[in-house]
């Protein structure tokens, strides 16, 4: 079992930032893809963001890129996700997911999730 624990949502006004944070626990962390996904009312669950074992390599929904940036720490067995520039369209709880297989993740069928955490962009 892996345990996803993330925090650091909040209320912000356009423009404005934020950094979420997965805390990671159970299993050896470097044996899974991460990824962050988002849900809005009314809308289906997305994809964010995800990134490989080693850091080497990342992807981005385009309604993202060059405004949000994943990253993890190994050795702190967290993912992070830089969020820049937001807009009030990226109000959504936002997941951390665990998978070890790229392609699961990628679709979303991800072995392991988050509980969610609220961000709130006002205009």
């Known amino acids: 079992q892996v345990q996803l624990v993330e925090s650091g949502g909040g209320l912000v006004q356009a423009g404005g930032s934020l950094r979420l944070s997965c805390a990671a626990s159970?299993?050896?962390?470097?044996?899974?893809?991460m990824g962050w996904f988002r849900q809005a009312p009314g809308k289906e669950r997305e994809f964010v963001a995800s990134?490989?074992?080693?850091?080497?390599?990342?992807k981005y929904v385009d309604s993202v890129k060059g405004r949000f940036t994943i990253s993890r720490d190994n050795a702190k067995n967290t993912v992070y996700l830089q969020m820049n520039s937001l807009y009030p369209e990226d109000t959504a709880v936002y997941y951390c997911?665990?998978?070890?297989?790229?392609?699961?993740?990628?679709?979303?069928?991800?072995?392991?999730w988050g509980q969610g955490t609220q961000v709130t962009v006002s205009s």
């Open positions: 997911a665990a998978d070890p297989l790229i392609l699961h993740l990628l679709k979303g069928a991800c072995d392991y």
């Open positions: 159970g299993r050896t962390f470097t044996n899974y893809y």
């Open positions: 990134i490989s074992r080693s850091s080497g390599s990342t």
